[in-house]
């Protein structure tokens, strides 16, 4: 049996209201609440990075592993707003934890669904026996430029998973990959901000490329959308992870625990991770749960989880996901949206 | 800040890694050469919780350039159970909330940034201990 | 170890000394402590400064001063104990004196902060501090202060009025001193009403970065008798140092360094605190005259700022603390601070002091407490009329 061992989040404190965004810029602020099915987002404070986040859903994960973390073989840290362009977050992460110096690194990429790809990969190489655990995370501190739509949603966030063969919580009993070059939002390098092809998001990019990976793995595994308890989707808004569950036959019931958008923003490469480890924080022994990332460019990969009874005993051994995203929370005006998020020019 | 410095310091900085003398129990952090109390010049390593209580603190309103975006920002002195202290910024918390003797936790994060092409500097904050 | 006395003192107005250079600034107070002294050669030079290097670039401070103040090829050397670089300077001169070394030594000191920016000041500042594990963090010198102060008036709910009382005097009897950086009264108000630099301590809590020197000059009380000077004996030296780290420290609300350094002293000079008819300390902030006249044994744990605030430490106090306006009103050229304390003392010792600062019954005893940092070292040296 392979499979996620042990789990973790973390979620800055600080947010920022759709209002307080659309009141700059003039925008009418319900009807992106509307549209976006969006009410605010995470916001990350200086010295909060994709690293920062990183390590500390790492720790959370390996609470609820309740492993040495020397024992981790691999880390992979899927993002896409790295600190650096070149020198893997991963590094860092691994040194924090303490799983250096025995351990491969490397990070990952493909818009958000870098950290599905570490998670993908992680499992791969511990169900081979190449290792006994791998951690995988997907973190964002992404930016959506100033006055774009992007700039509603674009948020902070991170999800972490310890892949091994014992102790598992959540055994990984398919997986699945649907992958084609299809450009509906990239970044060249030494841009700042990303740009998008605004309605070809939708139909062409993420509805196709969900639904091509949800088919796929529904095929391979012999099932159908009833036999799951939960459905995890990459939540870009509120909206599109409700749009391709209906299309696909799924209830609102089964999105809702992961379905975290409306209050969090899209955290990028921790999005549908996100919603994997809050459906995880309040599932039972023997459910199922589908997810499908999608990342832009264009790929999605698919899971499907059988949820173990261990799930009882490491659930509450580290913090969960919904606590962190509803409680303690902090609002921040625009201007010092800015500030946090380095969108003004000072003067060297 | 020349990445040597900053690499040096790294178990202490990202794991907290401290020392205790094996002769007579006292404790460092840093770690040392030799123990102050007893002389003795062997230690055994251990690490430091992730939990304190806090001693005092101050606003920094003008600080080093390194921090110039951040001020203001809150630091402060926090006591472990095992009776070291260790110094950090605290974070996500209003500054008008942050009393002595309250409970922290560590939370990692970016110390410092050297400019738009040098080397990130981590470590930990304290954070008000709400779960 | 031979008697040593003080002979001569020199001095020059403390400042923004935009037109005066390190060198300089140095040269002419040293050229007037040997005028005061009556002498033209010196054997030896000491001179403390925290750092001509992140200043002005400038080390070799020893070498350079010696050449400058015209004393061909004696030998002299760079001292630095942060703030407490003046102090250690006429404790290495002391001794060099005392041990029969030599017999005309000088110890100077000497910062000129204002040829880098206020950044660059307070970067220059900090190396006083723990690089690593304080100021890697953010916190600055008014920010480890502003945290003894904290915690000391929580401990002893001490009010911010009595904490402004310091500063308050300092100016008062600043503003007799044609030397003071700002001789100038304040109200006591004002302390509160100013900007804040790091909670509690505000603008006025803080001293000022300032330019400046000061040089004394040593020799034997038979040299001194010889060339008919009057004789201001130093009787006791002591000097202590502490964990660099303040969250390393024993208590955030006393300083031991003071404590051990001022006993040493006392030890030395035979004398109790309650012998010394006035002191200079090292009032880099408000609440470090507060602990520091605790810490010296004048006041007990927690008394020492309604002492201040009662007039205990005025003029004419019971004990008057920094009859030269001190840190605060005096300025803190870093470097020249300890040596500016003792040309205070000796003036007073010799019933020198100008405007009306001058104590009243013909002090005897005086003492002079430098301190390093957030209190890492400390110096104190005792001094009689012989």
């Known amino acids: 049996m392979v499979g996620i061992v ?25 009807s992106y609440k509307r549209g976006l099915m969006l009410e605010q987002k995470s916001v990350p404070t200086p010295d909060i990075d994709t690293i920062t986040l990183s390590v500390e859903a790492a720790k959370n994960a390996i609470r609820r592993a309740e492993i040495d973390p020397k024992d981790i073989g691999a880390v992979y840290v899927g993002s896409e707003s790295h600190p650096y362009a070149v020198k893997p977050s991963g590094t860092t992460v691994a040194e924090a934890i303490g799983c250096v110096p025995d351990c491969h690194c490397a990070d990952f990429e493909f818009a958000c669904k870098a950290g599905s790809e570490a998670m993908f990969v992680t499992l791969a190489l511990v169900k081979s026996g190449y290792m006994k655990y791998a951690l995988a995370v997907g973190a964002d501190t992404s930016q959506g430029a100033p006055g774009d739509a992007l700039e509603y949603s674009a948020s902070a966030g991170a999800a972490a998973f310890i892949m091994g063969t014992k102790n598992v919580i959540a055994e990984a009993v398919h997986t699945f990959s649907f992958m084609t070059d299809t450009p509906d939002f990239w970044r060249r390098e030494h841009e700042f901000y990303p740009q998008h092809g605004g309605r070809f998001t939708g139909e062409p990019a993420y509805f196709r490329t969900i639904s091509g990976a949800a088919v796929g793995i529904l095929k391979k595994a012999n099932m159908k959308p009833g036999d799951f308890k939960y459905v995890v989707f990459h939540q870009p808004n509120g909206k599109f992870p409700l749009r391709v569950g209906k299309m696909l036959g799924f209830k609102k019931e089964q999105i809702t625990p992961g379905w975290l958008t409306p209050r ?21 022994p023997g459910d199922m749960i589908l997810m499908i990332s999608y990342g832009s460019g264009a790929g999605s990969d698919a899971f499907v989880w059988r949820v173990t009874d261990r799930i009882n005993d490491v659930r509450d051994k580290a913090v969960h996901t919904v606590k962190l995203l509803d409680e303690n929370q902090f609002y921040v005006d625009y201007g010092t949206y800015a500030k946090y998020r380095h969108k003004i020019l000072k003067n060297k | 800040m020349f990445p040597a410095r900053i690499w040096r310091e ?49 606003v920094i309103r003008t600080p080093a350039s390194q921090f110039s975006d951040q001020a203001p920002y809150a630091i402060g002195i926090a006591k472990f159970d095992d009776g070291l202290q260790m110094m950090a910024q605290i974070a996500d918390c209003e500054v008008e909330k942050i009393k002595i003797g309250m409970k922290v936790r560590l939370e990692f994060r970016k110390i410092q940034v050297d400019g738009s092409h040098g080397v990130l500097s981590y470590s930990y904050k304290f954070v008000p201990k709400w779960y | 170890m031979r008697e040593v006395a003080v002979i001569g003192i020199g001095i020059m107005k403390w400042g923004e000394l935009w037109e005066k250079s390190f060198r300089n600034i140095f040269s002419e107070a040293a050229l007037n402590a040997i005028d005061d002294a009556g002498v033209d050669h010196i054997d030896s030079l000491y001179v403390g400064c925290m750092s001509g290097g992140l200043f002005v670039g400038q080390e070799h401070v020893g070498a350079i001063m010696a050449d400058y103040i015209g004393q061909k090829h004696i030998p002299a050397a760079h001292v630095e104990s942060a703030c407490a670089s003046g102090g250690l300077s006429f404790r290495q001169a002391y001794m060099e004196v005392a041990s029969g070394m030599s017999d005309i030594v000088m110890a100077g000191g000497v910062e000129k902060m204002t040829d880098v920016s206020g950044d660059g000041a307070t970067y220059a500042l900090a190396t006083a501090a723990d690089q690593d594990y304080e100021v890697f963090h953010g916190v600055t010198f008014p920010g480890l202060y502003a945290m003894m102060a904290r915690a000391y008036m929580k401990k002893y709910k001490t009010t911010r009025a009595q904490l402004s009382a310091v500063p308050y005097k300092a100016h008062l009897n600043g503003s007799k001193n044609p030397y003071a950086q700002y001789p100038f009264p304040i109200k006591l108000k004002d302390v509160e009403n100013g900007v804040m630099v790091a909670d509690p301590l505000h ?61 040493r002293a006392l030890k030395m000079a035979g004398k109790k605190i309650d012998n010394v008819d006035l002191i200079e300390v090292h009032d880099c902030f408000s609440i470090a005259e507060i602990i520091v006249t605790e810490s010296l044994g004048l006041f007990k744990p927690g008394q020492g700022a309604k002492a201040a605030a009662d007039g205990l430490t005025a003029l004419d106090g019971k004990i008057p603390v920094n009859t030269s306006g001190g840190l605060k009103a005096k ?23 100008e405007n009306g600062r001058q104590i009243k019954g013909n002090p005897k005893v005086g003492m002079a407490q430098n301190m390093g940092g957030s209190g890492a070292s400390a110096v104190v040296h005792i001094l009689e009329v012989a």
């Not at chain 2, 094996?22 to 109390?37: A, H, S």
């Not at chain 3, 060339?227 to 955030?252: F, N, V, Y």
């Open chain 1, 264 to 284: 969090l923003g899209n955290t990028y490469s921790g999005s549908s991770p996100l919603g994997l480890t809050s459906t995880l924080d309040v599932s039972k």
């Open chain 1, 6 to 30: 042990g789990y973790g989040a973390m979620i800055p404190r600080h947010r920022i209201k759709v209002e307080e965004i659309a009141k700059v810029w003039g925008a009418d602020a319900p």
């Open chain 3, 331 to 353: 300025g803190h050229p870093v470097g020249a601070t300890g040596i500016g304390q003792v040309v205070e003392i000796v003036k007073q010792l010799r019933g020198e002091a």
């Open chain 3, 203 to 263: 603008i006025l809590d803080c001293s000022p970065i300032t330019d400046g020197a000061a040089a004394v000059i040593l020799t034997t009380v038979d040299i001194a008798k010889k060339l008919k000077k009057p004789i201001i004996k130093i009787i006791g030296s002591g000097m202590a140092t502490d964990t660099i780290a303040l969250h390393q420290r024993e208590t955030l609300t006393s300083l031991k360094s003071t404590e051990l350094a001022g006993e």
């Open chain 2, 10 to 58: 790294m178990p202490q900085r990202y794991r907290l890694e401290a020392a205790k003398c094996t002769k007579c129990g006292t404790r460092y952090y840093p770690p040392r050469l030799v123990c102050k109390e007893c002389g003795s010049r062997k230690f055994e390593n251990y690490t430091l919780p992730e939990e304190a209580i806090l001693q005092t603190f101050t």
